[in-house]
C-alpha cells in the first residue's frame, strides 16, 4: 500500500504559482528526497502535505486512504527550526506528547543516544540549535510513526551525529520517509527515490541517486576558474554544457567526449577534472528546462 501520494498539487498566493502540478508517492522502505534549490517550493509542499495551508487544486492520500489528520498516528513531523513550547522543559514537553499518544514507556534507546537527558531540566527556549533538533527528532519518533516527514531533518547537528540517525533512528524496514535537505551529499546517500523540483514544478523522474547520474549524458564535468577561462571558447559546442558561477566555469562533458578537455588544456593545466555528482545532475536539468 502506498503510504502516500500526492496528486497534481498546485498551489497560489496572490497571483503568483508556488507549486505546479506537483505528484509523487512514497512507499513501505522508500527514503524519498525532494530537492531542489531556495524558493523551488519544497517546504510550501511540506507545509500543504501536513495540512497546515490549502492546496490551490489537487489531493493527498495517506495509506490509500483519508488525509493528514485522519492519519496523524502513524506520522511522524520533523521541522527545520522547530518551536516546540518555548517556556516548557525538555521532560514536560515529552511527557505531554507521550500523553497524546498514550505511550507508557520512552523509547530508551533513542532518547540516550541523543543525550536529552543531560538537557531534560531546561526550558526549550534556552536549548541551542543543536539541542532542539535532537529534542525535535525524538518526539518525531516516539510514537514508532510508520511514515515519516522530515524538513530539514539533520541541520545544526554535527556530521559525526547525522549518519547515526540516519541508520538508528529515521530508517527503518518498512517505514516510509519523505525528506528534504540542502545537504546534497545526505540526499545521495541515504534516498532511495530523487524528485528534483524548480519553481514549483518536478524535473525529472524518480530515481535513485545513482540511476539519475547513469541516466545522465554528461558524466565528467571540468572546474575551472573564470579568470583563466578567458572569453567562453564553448559558446557554441554541442556535446558541452557550460554553467557559471561566481568564480569558476563548470564544463560538463557528455560521454567519451576528449576534444573539450584537450581543448582546455591548450590553454591551462590548472583545471580540475571531476564525475558528475547529485548537485550537478539538478543544475544540469534546470538549465536544459530554461
Not at 541508520?167 to 541515504?190: D, P, Q
Not at 582546455?264 to 528546462?289: A, C, G, H, W
Request: charge should be positive.
Amino acid at each position: 500500500m502506498t503510504m502516500l501520494q500526492a496528486n497534481n498539487i498546485s498551489f497560489s498566493i496572490q497571483g503568483t504559482s508556488i507549486l505546479r502540478n506537483v505528484s509523487l508517492e512514497v512507499n513501505p522502505g522508500e527514503i524519498v528526497a525532494l530537492l531542489g534549490q531556495n524558493g523551488s517550493g519544497k517546504t510550501t509542499f511540506i507545509e500543504l502535505l501536513c495540512n497546515m495551508m490549502k492546496c490551490s487544486s489537487g489531493n493527498f492520500a495517506f495509506f490509500g486512504k483519508g488525509n493528514f489528520d485522519q492519519n496523524k498516528q502513524n506520522i511522524g513531523v520533523l521541522w527545520d527550526n522547530p518551536v516546540i513550547f518555548p517556556m516548557l522543559k525538555v521532560k514536560e514537553i515529552i511527557g505531554f506528547t507521550r500523553r497524546i499518544y498514550n505511550i507508557s514507556e520512552l523509547p530508551r534507546d533513542i532518547y540516550d543516544f541523543l543525550e536529552l537527558d543531560k538537557i531534560k531540566n531546561r526550558f526549550f527556549y534556552q536549548l541551542s540549535k543543536g539541542e532542539r533538533k535532537r529534542v525535535a527528532i525524538f518526539l518525531s519518533v516516539l510514537h514508532t510513526p510508520s511514515l515519516l516527514i522530515l524538513d530539514e531533518p539533520t541541520a545544526d547537528l554535527d556530521p559525526m551525529i547525522r549518519e547515526v540517525i540516519w541508520r538508528n533512528i529515521f530508517k527503518s524496514k518498512n517505514r516510509g520517509v519523505l525528506f528534504t535537505t540542502h545537504l546534497w551529499e545526505e540526499a545521495g546517500k541515504y534516498a532511495t527515490k530523487i524528485y528534483f523540483i524548480y519553481e514549483g514544478k518536478i524535473i525529472s523522474k524518480a530515481l535513485s541517486p545513482q540511476e539519475l547520474i547513469n541516466e545522465s549524458a554528461y558524466q565528467q564535468k571540468i572546474v575551472i576558474s573564470k579568470e583563466l577561462s578567458g572569453t567562453d571558447p564553448f559558446e557554441n559546442d554541442e556535446n558541452v554544457l557550460v554553467i557559471p558561477d561566481d568564480k569558476f566555469l563548470k564544463i560538463y562533458l557528455k560521454r567519451e567526449d576528449t576534444k573539450t578537455l584537450q581543448k582546455v588544456q591548450t590553454r591551462t593545466y590548472n583545471f580540475s577534472l571531476m564525475p558528475v555528482e547529485l548537485e550537478d545532475i539538478y543544475q544540469i536539468l534546470v538549465m536544459i528546462k530554461k
